[in-house]
């Protein structure tokens, strides 16, 4: 469907329109993982609330909950997709969380969803950002960008950072950070648009394409320093290339694995150990929701440096539930201009 | 030459014997990397010493500084095989080190050494052990084990952990300080006489031969509750059978390389980028070297360990230094017995 029609009653439509997993996914999820369904509209539940969604996330982490593979968490067949979300609470029946209030949780891919107090993160203004900047800078890529590079990089005034997908949701807020943190930032990012974005918006101090033929050359060239710190957020050969140009003590924060399709089994690759002791590096894999006692601290950060212009937060919005199975695609190819959003 | 014959001088020769370098290694170094010479006995350094050998160490490190490729360490081509060692003052020129004191520090190959203070360690004390063990449990080895362990392990009591060369000079050490803090540690070696030593004499609670067929399926067997901490030798093959029973928020401490000959590639091996994220591990090189700060804590523990019994120090000691360019075969080969040493 593409257009919502408003109704006299709270709710915009008399059914909701979900979004649901109909297979597991091999590799990047493709259209036919998802169905479009109808259904009731869900009622508010005891101890919970009734959202109308207004704008949701498409991540490249859904291709691990996707995946038949064991992975940190799942999105069992059957059910609406999960995807983090900006709501309205259009109804509730838990103290803390009033009608009329926006709100970030999860909600899914659908128009309407009915969640328990687990499902809601946190109430969010309004006046200081628009809803899907709530889901990106100001959201979980923001807290990620923060706690990745602050905490694992733990970046030090000179040193040399360099960021895989540079321009993506999580990129562009490391490279805001990296400014303020006084580093030298290099971005990979694929595509003259994007190169350009890295160079003239997000501030990166150089940016290169990541599929070109000399890049070792052209990355060794960008950081005659080395690399103290390896914000990765793709894996693969992308990772493979600046390896080499890890300098002693550097630190690789291990944010994501957007350029390997698929890892059952796991592909094979330069292996690490070596380069491990010789140069003394410390690596940390992480996810973001282990860490929410660091996140007032993150949010209150972030916030100042969104405010006051230092923070990018440029995001694309698809319009209606009918684009959502295709948006993993089209995310995965690198075609979106900012931090994806599906607008239901 | 296998006989030292006293001399009425304070030198027990007349000419000093020396294992020198005169080629790159491929690999793990065969005999032919070295040559046996004969020289002068070197007079006392302004500001050093001039030290007779006890005894030196034959280190798995050695590969890497007899290597082509980049390392943390390398001994030139021409130059007397590095290597630490025990030394009895014979001479001083430095106000803090005095004839008769028996020192640890960097000697070499050879019988006689003339060296500055940055190549003299600290005193030890033949009453406390002989002198081989203060070049291994109570020297850089058993540094290693508790740096690593300690720091970059942070055992928790009713952890599991896995070591790899589990009866090495490393290993025996790791596990004694892991029965004394509470883990359950299982020791990965080759060979019945080893599989016992673990068993029986280092306190491992499980013991495994990593060249058995089914290596995975023991492993599993062996650590039902998951691996939080691999204290990795070895790298390759071996670690690549850990790496799946590692548990969410594992530690992997990357100690040695031994299992991989070559690293000029890197060879391949299952990436790991993908595991660090959904297990939130963090993966550490050191080289004890940067870690001097940790000294004096480490070897108080260590020694407090060793006399009351609770720290294996097995050695086994080569005759001469006719048998030194050989000794890295035979170490890397797995024939030793504890902590290998030459009596020059």
Chains 1, 2 share one sequence.
Request: hydrophobic letters at 45%; charged letters at 20%.
């Amino acid at each position: 469907m593409t257009e919502i029609k408003h109704l006299d009653s709270p709710y915009r439509q008399a059914l909701n329109t979900e979004v649901r997993v109909i297979r597991r996914a091999d590799g990047i999820p493709a259209p036919d993982v998802f169905t479009v369904t109808r259904g009731p509209i869900p009622s508010c539940p005891d101890g919970g609330v009734l959202v109308r969604v207004v704008v949701a996330a498409v991540d490249p982490a859904m291709r691990g909950w996707l995946s038949g593979e064991s992975n940190y968490l799942t999105v069992p067949t059957g059910d609406v997709m999960r995807a983090e979300a900006i709501g309205e609470i259009l109804d509730s029946r838990h103290a803390d969380w009033h009608v009329g209030e926006f709100v970030y949780g999860v909600f899914g891919w659908q128009h309407y969803a009915a969640v328990g107090p687990a499902h809601l993160y946190w109430k969010i203004d309004l006046d200081v950002a628009p809803a899907p900047v709530w889901l990106g800078a100001l959201g979980f890529n923001g807290l990620t960008a923060w706690f990745g590079l602050l905490h694992y990089g733990r970046p030090r005034r000179g040193e040399t950072l360099v960021v895989s997908t540079a321009a993506g949701a999580v990129g562009s807020v490391v490279a805001g950070l990296a400014r303020e943190a006084g580093l030298r930032s290099i971005g990979l990012t694929q595509g003259a648009e994007k190169l350009n974005r890295c160079r003239a918006m997000l501030g990166y101090d150089a940016a290169l394409d990541y599929t070109a033929p000399d890049l070792r050359s052209a990355l060794a060239a960008a950081c005659p320093d080395g690399v103290d710190i390896f914000y990765d957020n793709t894996a693969g050969p992308i990772a493979d290339a600046v390896f080499p140009l890890l300098n002693r003590g550097a630190r690789v924060v291990q944010c994501g694995t957007v350029s390997v399709a698929n890892w059952l089994p796991a592909p094979l690759g330069p292996r690490r150990e070596r380069a491990m002791i010789v140069k003394r590096l410390s690596w940390h894999g992480f996810v973001i929701s282990d860490h929410r006692d660091s996140f007032p601290e993150a949010l209150a950060h972030l916030k100042r440096l969104f405010t006051t212009g230092s923070l990018d937060a440029q995001t694309e919005i698809l319009d209606g539930l009918d684009a959502a199975p295709g948006a993993l695609q089209y995310l995965y190819a690198g075609r979106n201009r900012g931090r994806l959003c599906i607008r239901p």
